[in-house]
């Protein structure tokens, strides 16, 4: 039979302690479920992190080897697949049982929607800047 876990709130006087109380079994303190669950939290936020310094150091990687524009010449899902492939390296250094490889893959295709968004918004103001560019050179 498994023993019955009970929380009991913590208090802020440091003279409190945490202890069995009678007939009680595993009685813990509220306070450590909730640290464990932010420090999880934390530790995904820090392993995100490395996820999305490892994309952009491929991305520089990857323009640094061709002598094209990586943006525009380069598709999107052609980068996308080399960095799944790729993340099989990276993959290692974290806990797989907190990080799963469809995590990571997950990860690399939010940071590379990021990034597109970012691109597309770039190119409507390059284009609107020559649009105006234009319109008052010809109306001028």
């Known amino acids: 039979m498994q023993p019955e876990v009970k929380l009991v709130p913590t208090t802020k006087n440091v003279h409190s302690r945490c202890f069995l109380l009678p007939r009680r079994h595993g009685v813990y303190p509220t306070e450590l479920k909730e ?8 530790n995904q936020d820090k392993q995100r992190q490395k996820v999305e310094a490892y994309v952009f150091s491929k991305l520089e990687e990857y323009s640094k080897k061709k002598s ?13 697949r080399r960095l799944k492939r790729d993340i099989k390296s990276l993959h290692g250094q974290f806990d797989s049982n907190t990080v799963s490889e469809e995590k990571l893959h997950q990860w690399i295709d939010e940071v ?7 691109i597309s918004q770039l190119q409507s103001l390059f284009q609107s800047q020559d649009d105006l ?6 109306h001028l």
């Open 35 to 42: 640290n464990s669950h932010s420090h999880h939290y934390n």
């Open 68 to 80: 094209i524009n990586l943006l525009h010449l380069t598709s999107l899902s052609h980068i996308r």
């Open 112 to 118: 590379l929607e990021q990034i597109e968004s970012h």
């Open 133 to 138: 560019e234009h319109f008052l050179t010809s």
